[in-house]
């Protein structure tokens, strides 16, 4: 077990809908990280949240946003769903923000299916 | 900038076999290397890391040498086993606390 929780583990939506994953990190985590893994396995770097603030964004779609709450925890919502959106979501934790050598910690994933 | 090349797979290979997966990066600054391991069904863990140049990670009989004259970090394994069967990433971790991913490299080892 990681540490990283993620909530649902599983979706399915149909297009045009919203939906909105959940992550909550590892304790003393102060950075959360979200990748889409799509059926080719590689992992895309989507946005990464520092103590609340956004720190890096990779190729994130306009209709996807994320925040990071006070408490650490994160929410990805996904809306205007597309077929192509249909992806396993991971999220990451790591303590941060110096410090090379720090590993990042994985939830088990939400699997999106849009239908 | 920084980034990460891995070899593409799958790659197939009998039980007992050596395995040897290249990683190659780009960096700038003194970056961190991991290997991180996915399993069916589950999420990213991590496997080693190393924080410098030639540095040596290693855990489950994998292991990887940071090689800065090369910028390369490959994954070796003596004896691979059925149960090492899972998706590989390289990745690289710069000072800022980013993270690079390779595209990852597809394992199946056959009895």
């Known amino acids: 077990d990681s540490g990283v929780t993620q909530t649902p583990k599983h979706l399915i939506t149909a297009t045009g809908q919203r939906v909105t994953l959940r992550c909550s990190p590892r304790?003393?985590?102060?950075?959360v990280y979200w990748y889409q893994q799509s059926l080719d396995q590689g992992l895309q770097f989507l946005i990464q949240y520092y103590n609340g603030e956004e720190r890096a964004k990779g190729n994130i779609l306009e209709r996807f946003s994320a925040q990071q709450f006070p408490d650490l925890h994160s929410e990805l919502n996904l809306s205007s769903l597309e077929l192509g959106d249909s992806a396993l979501y991971f999220c990451?934790?790591?303590?941060?923000?110096?410090?090379?050598?720090?590993?990042?910690?994985f939830g088990q994933g939400t699997r999106l299916t849009v239908v | 900038g920084n980034s990460v090349t891995q070899m593409e797979g799958p790659v197939t290979l009998s039980e007992e076999a050596f395995l040897t997966i290249n990683c190659t990066y780009t960096a700038t600054g003194y970056p961190s290397l991991f290997w991180y391991v996915q399993y069916p069904g589950e999420g990213l863990q991590l496997l080693l890391k190393a924080t410098k140049a030639d540095d040596k990670g290693s855990n489950k009989g994998f292991e990887a040498t940071y090689r800065k004259e090369t910028t390369s970090f490959h994954l070796e394994k003596g004896s691979v086993q059925v149960s090492d069967s899972a998706v590989y990433f390289c990745?690289?971790?710069?000072?800022?606390?980013?993270?690079?991913f390779g595209s990852g490299t597809k394992l199946n080892v056959k009895p």
């Open positions: 304790s003393g985590d102060l950075s």
């Open positions: 990745d690289l971790g710069d000072n800022f606390n980013k993270f690079y």
């Open positions: 990451a934790s790591s303590v941060a923000p110096q410090g090379a050598g720090t590993e990042a910690f």
